[in-house]
């Protein structure tokens, strides 16, 4: 028995609740499945249901599931840590990236971007309590960072993402969300020209505290797929994130 209408009907309650203690638009979070972990069938059905962003953490597992369900308009959203020998596949085959965090990185999904298809819609990541994770980058580091490459051609930077440890208490967590807004509204002073409109923020834990801080898109997996499949043995890319799988 599968609960995946259940869960999304729940899911979409919950931000809905969420906006409306905050005085905010619900048409302005949208949720982002995650799907890592999750088999291709899972993915359809999420889709018939009506979810349309999905995102995922491992490019080759990403691929496979992509050539199961190309039928379907899906948009994807990679939200996992970025190896410099996977951006072409990830320049080719997802709308959104939302870990960015090098220079480096942007360079190259930029110039490894189709010309065929649109700039990939890019978040940096940042790195709040600048834990020992190597993803990231310091807010300190932001504006630097967004200035290097605004003009890239094949990328359009939309905003901020952050994965405060999901273990801390609320307040903490809070705190992390805020301090992501406020430097995303610093950079939207900074460069009025560029499409800043994004806060990549919440999961299953902690949405109604990111939406309360502004979030605009929240990446949910465990409370709309259930539990994830762990793999039997490491997986080779889960150098980083680890402690969400
Ligand atoms: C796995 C993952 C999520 C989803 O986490 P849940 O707690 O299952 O909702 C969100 N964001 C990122 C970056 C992830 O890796």
Redesign the pocket.
Same mark, same amino acid.
Not at 219 to 225: L, P
């Given at each position: 028995m599968n609960n995946l209408e259940h869960n999304i009907t729940k899911v979409r309650a919950r931000i809905q609740y969420a906006a409306s203690q905050n005085q905010r638009n619900y048409e302005n979070i949208h949720l982002?499945a995650?799907s890592?972990t999750q088999s291709a069938e899972s993915v359809r059905h999420a889709w018939l249901l009506g979810l349309s962003h999905f %995102?995922e953490?491992y490019v080759q597992e990403a691929l496979e599931k992509q050539k199961a369900l190309k039928d379907l308009a899906i948009i994807w959203h990679f *939200? %996992?840590h970025i190896q410099s020998n996977k951006t072409a596949a990830i320049a080719s085959h997802f709308d959104w990236v939302?870990?960015l965090d090098s220079e480096k990185v942007a360079t190259r999904l930029s110039n490894q971007r189709p010309r065929s298809l649109r700039p990939i819609q890019c978040c940096l990541q940042i790195n709040i309590n600048n834990e020992n994770t190597k993803s990231g980058i310091g807010i300190e580091r932001c504006e630097a960072m967004a200035s290097a490459i605004k003009d890239l051609p094949g990328i359009n930077l939309r905003g901020l993402?952050v *994965?405060p440890d999901?273990a801390q208490p609320d307040n903490q967590l809070q705190y992390s969300f805020e301090k992501t807004r406020d430097t995303l509204t610093h950079l939207q002073s900074r460069f009025p020209d560029l499409q800043l409109d994004t806060l990549s923020m919440g999961?299953?834990?902690d949405?109604e505290l990111a939406i309360a801080a502004g979030s605009t898109i929240v $990446?949910? %997996?465990?409370? *709309?797929?259930g539990p $994830?499949v762990h793999a039997s043995r490491p997986h080779p890319e889960t150098t980083d994130?680890r402690g &969400? &799988?």
């Open positions: 982002l995650v890592k %995102g953490n *939200i %996992g939302h870990t993402m *994965i999901p999961m299953s834990r949405m $990446r949910v %997996g465990t409370d *709309i797929f $994830r994130n &969400l &799988l």
